[in-house]
């Protein structure tokens, strides 16, 4: 054995096929077995290995009872806004519609007016919602202040190399008369 391992002798050594911990201990103490682990990735990839055809059931039928008490429970919210609602006049859920209306329209608005500022000024459309301002005239100015963070990222295109590609004139004939079109 190497001279650094005898100094580790304090050391518990742990022996599991597991690179998460557990396992038994030459002690004989430690946790049995390992927990899984929900986001190992060879857990997921080995799921149907591991299950068999009667765990697949099991999953299946868990999230099918899952996915039922998802839709009750909508069911029930539901059922509870409308009876917060019951005990409201016209007049308040009149009130709180035109409220949401309006929120929605304002947002919408905002919207408009963060396009149209980008299509000013040039500003890609995806980049149109990063613009902040409460009206035109700060939208502009934080446009402003965008514009040379995106033209330094856009790469320069090269300028068209005429010696390249087909030229308009046909190839001479002879070397001689390559020469003579090249020095003229």
Same mark, same amino acid.
């Given at each position: 054995m190497h001279t650094r391992w005898n100094n580790l002798r304090h050391v518990r050594m742990i022996v599991a096929d597991g690179g998460e911990g557990g396992g038994v201990a030459e002690d004989g103490q430690g946790d049995p077995e390992p927990k899984p682990d929900e986001s190992n990735a060879e857990h997921q990839g080995n799921?149907?290995?591991?299950?068999?055809?009667? /765990?697949?059931?099991?999953?299946?039928?868990?999230?099918?009872?899952?996915?039922?008490?998802?839709?009750?429970?909508?069911?029930?919210?539901?059922?509870?806004?409308?009876?917060?609602?019951?005990?409201?006049?016209?007049?308040?859920?009149?009130a709180e519609r035109l409220q949401a209306l309006e929120k929605s329209n304002s947002e919408n608005a905002r919207k408009?007016?963060?396009?149209?500022?980008?299509?000013?000024?040039?500003?890609?459309?995806?980049?149109?919602?990063?613009?902040?301002?409460?009206?035109?005239?700060?939208?502009?100015?934080?446009a402003d202040e965008l514009l040379p963070l995106i033209q330094q990222t856009k790469p320069k295109i090269p300028k068209p190399d005429k010696s390249? /590609?087909?030229? /308009?004139?046909?190839?001479?004939?002879?070397?001689?008369?390559?020469?003579?079109?090249?020095?003229?």
């Open positions: 799921e149907s290995e591991k299950l068999g055809e009667n /765990g697949l059931k099991a999953l299946k039928a868990e999230r099918e009872a899952n996915k039922a008490a998802k839709a009750k429970l909508a069911e029930y919210e539901a059922q509870i806004q409308a009876f917060k609602d019951k005990d409201k006049t016209e007049s308040e859920k009149e408009a007016l963060q396009y149209e500022v980008a299509a000013e000024k040039g500003i890609s459309l995806k980049l149109a919602v990063r613009l902040h301002g409460a009206d035109k005239d700060s939208m502009l100015a934080d390249q /590609g087909r030229g /308009g004139k046909p190839k001479p004939a002879s070397l001689s008369a390559a020469i003579a079109g090249h020095l003229k």
